[in-house]
T-cell receptor, first 117, second 115 residues
Framework: NAGVTQTPKFQVLKTGQSMTLQCAQD?????MSWYRQDPGMGLRLIHY???????DQGEVPNGYNVSRSTTEDFPLRLLSAAPSQTSVYFC????????????????FGAGSRLTVL | AQSVTQLGSHVSVSEGALVLLRCNYS??????LFWYVQYPNQGLQLLLK??????LVKGINGFEAEFKKSETSFHLTKPSAHMSDAAEYFC?????????????FGKGTLLTVNP
């Protein structure tokens, strides 16, 4: 099925370990993004990309790296995990188009639940 | 900076009762506004969006929202709640100009529907 695929769904890390959350979409969406969801905090933007080779920081980028070598993939890397990064992570993508017709309707993945001990 | 405020982190209604979830936004330019729904252990799904056309927007599952510029509000309503409406609801805002890739979410409202 077309959509946004995130792996893994669940992950437990120890403090200081590194890992990569994978995100892939097959809808030829130019824009991709990563959010984290924490209780009572809503969703906060970590990083986003408007196309291959272009990335930018969101609201809470510290401790995370991203790259965008292809249109389809947008991995999120934690270089040295901390307990504060325990969260549910969502990848989301958006089809091209400006203005009202394409106004930022995001398609979300099912999420990756990360626990850092 | 753009922002939205959702009033009430938890709303509880009886099945068949009116659902009203409140959202206020801050803006100095015309906004685009969205409501998303998240069912347990799932990602977010779009309910409806306002993009400066009609101020009353109808979405999926019988929900609708009205954009009121004078009140900077975009409240979500449904005339009669169903058990399947139990979920968390998020209001979100972005803008038509500038860096309109950033969608800012509210903190969410958890809707409980009692039988």
């Amino acid at each position: 099925n077309a959509g946004v695929t995130q792996t893994p769904k669940f992950q437990v890390l120890k403090t200081g370990q590194s890992m990569t959350l994978q995100c892939a979409q097959d809808m030829n969406h130019e824009y991709m993004s990563w959010y984290r969801q924490d209780p009572g905090m809503g969703l906060r933007l970590i990083h986003y990309s408007v196309g291959a080779g272009i990335t930018d920081q969101g609201e809470v980028p510290n401790g995370y790296n991203v790259s965008r070598s292809t249109t389809e993939d947008f991995p999120l890397r934690l270089l040295s995990a901390a307990p504060s990064q325990t969260s549910v992570y969502f990848c989301a993508s958006r089809r091209p188009g400006q203005g009202a017709s394409g106004a930022n309707v995001l398609t979300f993945g099912a999420g990756s639940r990360l626990t850092v001990l | 900076a753009q922002s939205v405020t959702q009033l009430g982190s938890h709303v509880s209604v009886s099945e068949g009762a009116l659902v009203l979830l409140r959202c206020n936004y801050s803006s100095s330019v015309p906004p685009y506004l969205f409501w998303y729904v998240q069912y347990p252990n799932q990602g977010l799904q779009l309910l409806l969006k306002y993009t400066s056309a009609a101020t009353l927007v109808k979405g999926i599952n019988g929900f609708e929202a009205e954009f009121k510029k004078s009140e900077t509000s975009f409240h979500l309503t449904k005339p009669s709640a169903h058990m399947s409406d139990a979920a968390e609801y998020f209001c979100a805002v972005t803008y038509s100009g500038g860096s309109n890739y950033k969608l800012t979410f509210g903190k969410g409202t958890l809707l409980t529907v009692n039988p």
